[in-house]
């Protein structure tokens, strides 16, 4: 099997922003649920955890597979209880769904999910067209769902996704002193992880290392047992700047990242926002640079051809397939995994 690195060092914790550039990096795959909730067609079931197992099989360890929203108002994703059932049989896979509040947290507490995904928005015109709140309303809620998670005895994460961090469609720019002020009250509420998310692809590298930077700054006494409490780079490649940011974002010390197979996904409230980052290019990034992720590279090809077939006429993005891996990688990498 040709890797980029060993699978054996596939990172399951990510470590603290640190300076080292040789630290691992995790990659959560977000495809199951940020991809296909911006699809209208609805995957099977059957299909998904095809999707879910070539993923593990090709070393991703964290996941995002689906998301506890009304199935009404998006049906791709009602079958999320029983992705969430079957991820669970993984061993040492991190399975993580998205919470829009209290009551989908409750159900995500239910399933048995490793951890849960609040999205507060930073932009407020974002946050009351998305979810129909202010942003400080859901604020309360973290807290809320914190105190309901530590009285049902759950271990179950409660990580906060700052979206529209870096500007929104609907407002235009978003202030870093309101995305810092958010970061700070996320934590404070009881959030164990945050992460910066540019949700409609406005951010520049610059902007990405400056404010993940700051952000740091705030978040670093919230850090607990070795990890960083500032843990998510999300980037959408809407203007070509999606692995710029990534790097920047490396740059600034984010040692996790959010990625699509085959680059779908975009926002259903962000016009015009569409493709999250390509697992298979960020991977491509980070293991040129020699930075450990634990991914097997022909395996995330395989599964983009797999995704291609099972959503065939929607636009698939990214670069690396094209080409493939440059002959300077190919052969390090097959004598690292012999
Ligand atoms: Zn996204």
Redesign the pocket.
Known sequence: MLAFMPLASAPTTPTPPTSSRTAPVAIRE?GLR?GLQSIARTLPTATKLQWLRAAYAAGLREMEVGSFVPPRLMPQLADTEALVREALALPGLVVSVLVPNLKGAERALDSGAHAMLLPLSASRAHSLSNLRKAPDDVVREIADIRRLRDAAGSTCRLEVGLSTAFGCTIQGRVEPEEVLRLVHAALDAGAERVGL?D?VGYADPRQVRELFERAFEIARPYDRDGAAALACG?F?DTRGLGLANVYAAWEAGVRRF?ACTGGI?G?PHAPGASG?VATEDVAYLLASMGVPIGLDFDALMALRHSVAGWLEGEPLHGHIWRAGLPKTMRPAATAEAA
């Open positions: 977000v940020d998310a949700t999300h959408h959010d996904g926002c999250n």
